[in-house]
């Protein structure tokens, strides 16, 4: 199971961070991914990070300001997002699969329940 937390309302310019802690299964042996879907739109990939944290890949709109981080010890990555914008306003979703990170949400088995993130402009 995955269960993240640390969303809420902010507004433009602020900053949050993201947890997604994971229970079962060996933590270091999966890709974690970070996901978000707006309103009226399909769900989009924000970011992810090899099992050991020594790759990550970010969607364009969000380089520079967000960046994923995982703590293999404790079972949880965070997305810590800085410089928030009203586009940022979702409900982001973590998620992980076996093996190297991916891209594609169809590719992730397991997913967190979902945190709202909203920027206020």
């Known amino acids: 199971q995955l269960q993240a937390c640390g969303g809420g309302l902010v507004q433009a310019g602020d900053f949050l961070r993201l947890s997604c802690v994971a229970s079962g299964g060996d933590f270091s042996d999966y890709g974690l991914g970070w996901f978000r879907q707006a309103p009226k739109k399909e769900r989009e990939f924000v970011a992810a990070?090899?099992?050991?944290?020594?790759?990550?890949y970010y969607v364009d709109s969000v380089k520079g300001r967000f960046t994923i981080s995982r703590d293999n010890a404790k079972n949880t990555v965070y997305l810590q997002m800085d410089s928030l914008k009203p586009d940022d306003t979702a409900v982001y979703y973590c998620?992980?699969?076996?093996?190297?990170?991916?891209?594609?949400?169809?590719?992730?088995?397991?997913w967190g329940q979902g945190t709202l993130v909203t920027v206020s402009s």
């Open positions: 990070i090899t099992w050991s944290g020594g790759s990550t």
């Open positions: 998620a992980r699969k076996l093996g190297y990170y991916s891209l594609e949400a169809k590719e992730y088995d397991y």
